[in-house]
């Protein structure tokens, strides 16, 4: 089995920045992608930024130009480097890996999720 455990979530004034970090754990074989979502109240879960073993890297538009997704050389741990953030950017993130468990057998896992709310 693989775990996610994030951290670095809190309460900042809009404005400031925020670091999250995602560490996976457990059976890894490979790490195909790390990525970040965000969920408020009321609405689906979101794609944040994701970045995959390859090196390329999405962003959701909201994000574009503030966020940045990075990670070590393993693909783990993966960070989320969050500036300017705004009061829109709250909620509730989660990171996720698509990881091989095995050489066959692959899936999503998801942390539990850290709490980033931005108000002043």
């Known amino acids: 089995q693989v775990q996610l455990v994030e951290s670095g979530g809190g309460l900042v004034q809009p404005g400031g920045s925020l670091r999250l970090s995602c560490v996976a754990s457990?059976?890894?074989?490979?790490?195909?992608?790390m990525g970040w979502y965000r969920q408020v109240p009321g609405k689906q879960r979101e794609l944040v930024a994701q970045?995959?073993?390859?090196?390329?890297?999405e962003y959701a538009d909201s994000v574009k130009g503030r966020f940045i997704i990075s990670r070590d050389n393993a693909m783990n741990p993966v960070y989320l480097q969050m500036n300017s953030l705004k009061p829109e950017d709250t909620g509730v993130y989660y990171c996720?890996?698509?990881?091989?468990?095995?050489?066959?057998?692959?899936?999503?896992?998801w942390g539990q999720g850290t709490q980033v709310t931005v108000s002043s």
């Open positions: 457990g059976s890894i074989f490979r790490i195909v992608a």
């Open positions: 996720s890996g698509k990881i091989y468990s095995s050489m066959t057998t692959w899936d999503e896992f």
């Open positions: 970045r995959t073993a390859g090196g390329s890297s």
